[in-house]
């Protein structure tokens, strides 16, 4: 994956992380509220748009953090693409899959840890 693919991905998901969240703020708010689950969005909006910041800035460093950057785009996809879909449904076992996408989050960091420099990456 090129930077500039990765940068256009990292900026299409900051422009969902807002539109959603306006969305659930405004044209979900009633539905959220008849579910209880207004928190639960706001929560899934919150770690997509920190997560799709930190995409956008791992796809300007070179080399690109493949692994770090791909980790953080799973964990967008499970961990929030899960609580938008509990949130809308209503679906409680939506909660198990949740966690996948935490871990995600979790190995995403860690890998920035480890290779701080991205001197191990995935190209």
Known sequence: MTNSTALRIAAFLGVLAVGLGAFGAHGLKDLLARN???????????????H????FILAGRTPLHCGAWFSFLAGILIFSGSMYLLALTNARWLGAITPFGGVSFIVGWLW?????NGTANLR
């Open 52 to 55: 799709a910041i930190m995409l």
């Open 112 to 116: 920035l840890v480890i290779q701080p």
């Open 36 to 50: 209880g689950t207004s928190a639960i969005w706001e929560k899934a909006v919150f770690y997509h748009f920190i």
